[in-house]
């Protein structure tokens, strides 16, 4: 019986571990309690929904945590940072899937489970919140936030003047070396569906495999490119805009900046969608609904745009004063474009770059 | 002596060679699912598959990784090991307790903070003058090297222990220099300690998931990350990853030798320390100072940073309490679970010659060549195939129960370390005294007693260290946690894996310190555990 007499002495350390989580600040508590809250009563306390999430814990916790207290829904969640795992997962489960809402940090997935039937028809008054381009044709799927496809450069090594002014323009000589991408991240594999809309199969095969003659680090994410670009690895990559703010957040003095492409309507300019759809299998619709509601209520789009430094969806919520107006800029591409992830798989396939 | 009953002597003998096979069946349970996988894997997208010529340049680049990381590990593990037990010098406890614990350290986590530190403008890199970035194959090595030489200082340290002083020291007598008496003693006693210790390296590098996709190497399961949608792909790099066992089974048979029946005839005295001879002490600090300074202190001090800046700019940190208790649960579960299906085989291996011991050992070792995510996508699909055998739509089913207790993740924790506590267990029960057992057989003590008294104390040491391998490796785990948890369960390796993922940098410092902590406590209990 030494082994358990060992353990009841090391209590105290385990119990150090403990303190220490029990100091840390509550992430998860609540914004403020919204002024049109319904107190939960011990009935509702009792309900649940299971949602599969592809968008971080970190990111969209305290949002579950809100919603939990204002309406007694408790959410059970399964978190995947890789959104294809998580869709695969809820395709192969099928009828047995305990999820009642799948949320997506790219929307390409949400497409080609609305187009497997996965997903249930959204209501016409929810679908109404924000712009046509960012929801489904079908109505299958809502975009809860945006994500701005940019470049992120060194200021001390690359002046602002000297960037391209089109995507395309990325491939001279001059960045040989110099660049970062992460060819099995989804948001690129999305931003390539997107090229092959805008440039043609012929065109985005050809920018690709120009690029990779320039022989660009690979990277696994967007945020190591971003650090890259900092420490000094490179100096160019091609990822999301938020991660740079983020990662500022925490440590202003990091040596990186965004950049979209000054020319408007550039395929180089692309906005991303994170997105939201009921699972057709589910036996709590009503209550998934509302979780759809809460994320697109105005006050989770200020939580996105102001936590998260992402662009809301919703007409009329005001972005973060950080991020730049680029609406301008943007090229419009149809969801379904973006959906055809497996023709853009078999693309980067074929050009070795998976 | 009166022969035992014939009946009662098979008995003895089939039933741990029954159970033995019986947990080695269990192995084939993910593989079931696997093949459930690629017959009924609904796909998202027709993408080509994996072309096989692409595949046997990674299958060669997975072995080189595998087998370089190896030697590395073996040599600087061993010397440190030698060290810490056979000599006396300046800070021995202290540096020996620090060197193994990079081994809490995640590889993806520790691939990260080297990757940043030795870019141009990283704190090393900038001053080292590198103009590049620090990634391939290279930094692999370094980072892989990093996390497992911990595995064979422990291992190496626990047979050290054992070693007889006697001959060693009349060999010293006789004038023998350290270095003759270490070829001529030590090694050869190593030998099977070094084949498990290279179960494990080799087997961890060619498994490892995160750090090469962090540093760009490409590897198998370098590969795998990126095709890890595709089921058949999977499967097909499954395929090489089984085919890079082959080699390294070889190599380990190689190793291993004739050494396995060398066992202790009585209890050793154990060897004293002598004062370390001056012109080793560099070569020593040096080893000491490698695996300090850049797989603790790097890491330990980039994650202080990552907390205090997060403290700096009044950020939040997410609330962990319920994280931590999932993390102890399921790691504390999972570990002794290893340690109890490992114990079977070590122990009926370890004490005699079966017809297929060999092929037995083979199928130990050979389970810790699958990849996590190979063993999760076996398990879910095992799970979704019982599901739907199961369900009479009455509602829940004994599955979902299963599943929601967490059992699942403990048998793919089983299934994924099962040879790491093998290998831990094995040098330590080879050790044990068979005449003091047969003495207190002939006197009348029962198997039990015999168990408690005699077996246990003597296996002690290898238990500790098996206990602690298999801790760490499972705080530390990702794939197989990420896919089989249950829902709303999250564990401190994911947090770390999430936070540092999407630049969270301050959460992932505080989850990473809280993982370091902990693997800090059990070493702590177990080391007290050892002097009692």
Redesign the interface.
Same mark, same amino acid.
């Given at each position: 019986m030494l082994f358990p007499q060992m353990i009841l002495r090391r209590v105290p350390l385990l119990g150090i571990i403990l303190a220490l989580a029990a100091c840390s600040k509550n992430e998860t508590k609540p914004i403020k309690e919204p002024t049109d809250a319904v107190a939960a009563t011990k009935n509702e306390q009792r309900d649940s929904i299971t949602l599969y999430s592809g968008r971080s814990q970190v990111l969209i916790e305290p949002l579950l945590t809100e919603f939990t207290q204002r309406t007694g829904i408790k959410v059970d969640v399964r978190y995947d940072k890789s959104t294809q795992n998580l869709a695969t997962r809820l395709l192969s489960e099928g009828a047995q899937s305990k999820a009642d809402v799948f949320f997506a940090q790219d929307s390409g997935y949400l497409g080609a489970l609305a187009k497997q039937n996965v997903l249930a028809q959204l209501p016409e008054a929810l679908l109404a919140l924000v712009p046509a381009t960012h929801r489904d044709a079908q109505g299958k799927w809502i975009a809860t936030s945006g994500r701005a496809r940019v470049l992120v450069y060194d200021p001390s090594a690359v002046q602002p003047d000297d960037l391209p002014k089109t995507l395309s323009e990325l491939t001279d000589s001059k960045w040989k070396d110099k660049l970062g991408w992460a060819p099995g991240n989804a948001s690129f594999q999305a931003h390539v569906s997107a090229l092959r809309h805008l440039w043609g199969e012929e065109k985005a095969a050809e920018w690709l495999s120009k690029i990779k003659d320039l022989n660009p680090k690979t990277y696994p994410k967007n945020s190591p490119q971003v650090k890259g670009v900092s420490n000094g690895e490179i100096q160019i990559g091609w990822v999301n805009h938020y991660y740079l703010h983020k990662l500022k957040a925490a440590n202003p003095e990091l040596k990186a900046a965004n950049y979209s492409f000054s020319q408007a309507q550039d395929a180089g300019n692309v906005m991303m969608l994170s997105g939201i759809g009921i699972v057709s299998h589910s036996k709590k619709k009503e209550a998934a609904q509302k979780l759809v509601e809460h994320l697109l209520s105005e006050k989770s789009q200020q939580h996105f745009t102001t936590k998260i430094y992402e662009y809301p969806t919703r007409t009329g919520i005001k972005a973060n004063a950080a991020l730049p107006d680029i609406s301008s800029l943007m090229s419009h591409v149809p969801q379904e474009h973006l959906a055809d992830v497996g023709g853009t798989l078999k693309m980067l396939r074929d050009l070795k770059l998976q | 002596m009166q022969p035992a009953p014939p009946a009662q002597v098979s008995l003895k003998a089939f039933l741990p060679v029954a159970g033995t096979w019986g947990i080695l069946a269990l192995a084939v349970v993910p593989l079931l699912g696997m093949f459930l996988a690629l017959q009924?894997?609904? %796909?998202? $997208?027709? %993408?080509?598959p994996?072309a096989l010529t692409?595949l046997w340049p990674l299958v060669g680049r997975t072995l080189g990784l595998a087998l370089l990381v190896s030697a590395s590990a073996l040599i600087l593990g061993t010397w440190l090991a030698f060290a810490q037990v056979r000599y006396d010098y300046f800070g021995n406890g202290l540096l020996s307790l620090l060197s193994t614990l990079p081994l809490a350290v995640p590889s993806y986590l520790l691939a /990260?903070i080297i990757?940043?530190n030795f /870019?141009? &403008? @990283?704190s090393l @890199?900038s001053l080292l003058g590198f103009e590049? /970035?620090f990634?391939g194959f290279e930094a692999a090595l370094l980072v892989l090297t990093l996390s497992c030489t911990p595995y064979v200082q422990i291992l190496v340290a626990a047979a050290l222990r054992h070693t007889p002083a006697g001959p060693d020291e009349a060999a010293r007598t006789l004038g023998a220099t350290p270095w003759r008496r270490f070829v001529a003693l030590t090694l050869p006693r190593l030998r099977p300690t070094w084949a498990f210790a290279l179960v494990i390296v080799a087997f961890y590098v060619i498994s490892d998931f995160g750090a090469v996709?962090?540093l760009?190497c490409e590897v198998l399961t370098w590969a795998l990350?990126?095709?890890?949608?595709a089921?058949p792909d999977a499967m097909r790099i499954g395929f090489g990853l089984v085919a890079c066992t082959f080699p390294v089974l070889a190599l380990i048979r190689l190793l291993h030798g004739q050494q396995q029946a060398q066992r202790q005839l009585s209890e050793p005295r154990k060897l004293t320390k002598e004062p370390m001879p001056k012109h080793l002490l560099a070569p020593t600090y040096l080893a000491h100072f490698f695996m300090v300074s850049l797989g603790l202190f790097l890491p330990l001090i980039t994650i202080c940073g +990552?907390v205090f800046?997060?403290l700096q #700019?009044q950020?939040? $940190? /997410? #609330?962990?309490?319920g994280?931590?208790?999932n993390t102890?649960i399921y790691t504390v579960t999972g570990a002794l679970l290893t340690l109890v299906a490992a114990l079977l085989p070590a122990y009926t291996l370890a004490r005699g010659k079966h017809r297929h011991s060999g092929l037995a050992e083979n199928a130990v070792y050979a389970t810790s060549a699958v990849p996590g995510i190979l063993i999760a996508i076996g398990i $879910?699909?095992l799970v979704?195939g019982l599901? &739907?055998w199961w369900?009479n739509g009455s509602g829940v089913t004994w599955v979902e129960l299963v599943e929601s207790a967490g059992l699942f993740l403990l048998f793919g924790y089983v299934m994924r370390f099962l040879s790491e506590g093998y290998a831990a267990l094995k040098p330590a029960i080879l050790n044990i005294d068979l005449r003091q057992e047969e003495s207190a057989q002939t006197l009348g003590a029962s198997s039990a007693r015999i168990f408690q008294k005699i077996t246990l104390p003597a296996i002690k040491p290898g238990l500790k260290a098996a206990y602690l391998l298999l801790f760490i490796a499972i705080a530390k785990e990702l794939p197989i946690t990420?896919?089989l948890t249950p829902?709303?369960k #999250?564990t401190l390796a994911?947090?770390i894996?999430?936070?540092q #993922?999407? @630049?969270?940098?301050?959460?992932a410092g505080?989850a990473a310190?809280?993982l370091l902590?902990?693997a800090l406590?059990v070493q702590?209990?177990l080391l007290? +555990?050892k002097k %009692?």
């Open positions: - | 009924h894997s609904p %796909t998202l $997208f027709d %993408t080509p994996l692409d /990260a990757r940043e /870019a141009p &403008r @990283g @890199g590049n /970035a990634m996709a962090l760009d990350y990126q095709s890890r949608h089921p +990552w800046s997060g #700019q950020e939040s $940190f /997410a #609330q962990l309490g994280i931590i208790s102890l $879910f699909f979704l599901n &739907r369900d990420l896919m829902l709303g #999250q994911y947090r894996f999430d936070a #993922q999407e @630049g969270v940098l301050p959460d505080l310190l809280l902590l902990m406590c702590l209990i007290n +555990w %009692t």
